[in-house]
């Protein structure tokens, strides 16, 4: 292990440690093992760590431990984990409080031009807030850390499917100056359906919905079919006809989801209890929509 000592200039106190491994493989870059710890001594002189981080590599050794630093090593991942004191008191004294972050920026719509209305939030916290007017949204007092970023609005809270924004590190300094771009339907129905041939995607939709009794009450495990009917042309009539069938299986929450639907396509779609069916729904799947969403109502139970 290597690594140095960093004092403060006027008073040559300890500010921080850095440390890396020797003897790795070569493969290991300098940065991939290794580690910070900071140190603060708070008004009453004691010394305290605030800050510290560790950075851990998960890889694969070809070679021999006896001779480590000559073996060859694929790295999977690195990761790290660090940590920050918030707040030390004694009593009911507030010694050392640590230094908190911002969040900010902008969310624009879909095309990337425009702001959008909706809802900013992160991921596992309570932090989340209402975009104004002008795209702009700010997060005032945020614990340093990796945060996973979602968004919401009208159009995607009908969809009931996460939107992901992507991760933000906030550590030494504040993340400000953001540009948050809502996703396209299609891009969510993409990264929903694990759809990854675009132009494969673009000719399918997820159908989507809930189940609910009479009261308005989700219905768990619910079965639900969906008939997809097709159109004969007799003459001048056009008469459609029961074609391919499907029976899905809702979840714990009566919400059900099925991807790869053609678009266009015409659909009957009830709510089953055995061989009872509740209200049939026929809907369309519009081609040039990647979503189509049907709540359904659960057979009457049978006194």
């Avoid at 070679?63 to 999977?76: K, P, W």
């Avoid at 908190?100 to 992160?122: E, F, K, N, Y």
């Avoid at 945060?147 to 924004?165: H, I, N, Q």
Wanted: with cysteine; net charge positive.
């Amino acid at each position: 292990m290597r690594g140095r000592l960093i004092l403060d200039r006027a008073t040559s106190e300890l500010r921080s440690l850095e440390f890396s491994y020797d003897g790795l493989p070569r493969d290991v870059k300098e940065g991939d093992a290794g580690g910070r710890v900071r140190f603060t001594r708070v008004p009453d002189g004691t010394w305290i760590v605030s800050q510290w981080a560790l950075r851990i590599p998960t890889m694969e050794i070809e070679g021999t431990m006896e001779n480590l630093d000559r073996a060859r090593a694929t790295i999977h991942q690195v990761r790290e984990t660090a940590g920050e004191v918030l707040e030390v008191t004694r009593g009911s004294d507030i010694v050392h409080e640590g230094r908190r972050r911002s969040i900010g920026g902008r969310l624009v719509d879909s095309s990337g031009v425009g702001p959008a209305r909706g809802r900013v939030g992160l991921v596992g916290t309570l932090t989340e807030g209402e975009v104004g007017a002008d795209g702009v949204f700010r997060f005032e007092d945020v614990v340093p850390g990796r945060y996973r970023l979602t968004a919401s609005s009208a159009a995607l809270d009908s969809l009931g499917l996460p939107t992901d924004l992507g991760t933000i590190d906030v550590r030494d300094s504040s993340a400000v100056g953001l540009m948050l771009r809502l996703p396209t339907p299609d891009s969510v129905y993409r990264a929903a359906c694990k759809r990854e041939d675009e132009h494969a995607a673009n000719a399918t939709g997820l159908l989507r919905g809930v189940v609910r009794d009479a009261g308005g009450i989700a219905v768990p495990n619910a079965t639900v079919r969906v008939l997809f009917v097709r159109a004969d042309t007799i003459g001048t009539r056009i008469i459609p006809r029961p074609g391919r069938r499907l029976m899905i299986e809702a979840a714990s929450d009566g919400s059900f989801r099925y991807c790869r639907v053609p678009r266009g396509s015409r659909l009957r779609i009830a709510a089953m209890d055995g061989e009872r069916a509740g209200t049939e729904v026929e809907a369309v799947l519009p081609r040039g929509k990647a979503f189509l969403v049907v709540d359904l109502l659960a057979p009457r139970q049978v006194q």
